[in-house]
């Protein structure tokens, strides 16, 4: 394994241990000190990637970020209103399913919300592009109302401890379906004779 193979393996691991810790203490409760220890490091090996906390913080939702700006992207090329709000829902779906630490830690410690805004400095407010990709550029007050419940309802749908346990498959299913129940977007084909009832 080669120096940079190693130092990366190094940063993910710590990166998993972070998100680990701040699942369980939160972003204030964990220390540098507290991820260190966890890893079996040096607090002086954690500052050789991160100087601060708030670093690791960022790093650990850029991923998440990152492909949540891709997948808006994806659907705004999409040719039809339906296929935008279709590509857009799915997107936001499977990042809620890929990154269900995450996403619970989001619902729930304010710590990660600093962290996001920080990392979106100077990005469009991806939250309003969202609603605009499911709402459309103008909608009246129930479509935004209805679109707002429904982005917070599937984050923390999905980001719930109870859950946790659920496949992805079966999660994605159930949250696909109600995001376009709540969208009123016509019954996904290939769905299952006992979703349908």
Do not use: C, W
Not at 108 to 131: K, Y
């Amino acid at each position: 394994m080669s120096v940079g193979t190693a130092a990366e393996d190094t940063r993910s691991r710590l990166l998993a241990t972070a998100l680990r810790l701040f699942s369980k203490h939160g972003v204030g409760g964990t220390s540098l000190q507290m991820i260190a220890d966890e890893l079996g490091v040096t607090k002086a090996a954690v500052y050789y990637h991160f100087k601060t906390k708030d670093e690791i913080t960022e790093a650990v939702a850029a991923p998440a970020l990152q492909e949540l700006l891709a997948r808006m992207d994806e659907a705004e090329l999409q040719r039809t209103r339906g296929a935008q709000i279709d590509q857009a829902l799915s997107g936001f779906v499977d990042i809620i399913v890929r990154y269900r630490s995450l996403i619970a830690l989001f619902n729930s410690d304010p710590g990660i919300m600093r962290a996001i805004e920080r990392s979106l400095d100077g990005v469009e407010n991806f939250a309003a592009r969202m609603r605009t990709l499911l709402a459309g550029p103008d909608p009246d007050l129930a479509t935004a109302i209805n679109v707002n419940v429904m982005l917070a309802g599937l984050a923390l749908a999905g980001g719930a401890p109870e859950q946790a346990d659920l496949d992805d498959e079966t999660l994605r299913t159930h949250l696909l379906d109600i995001g376009r129940r709540m969208l009123g977007r016509p019954k996904r084909r290939g769905a299952r004779a006992e979703d349908k009832s």
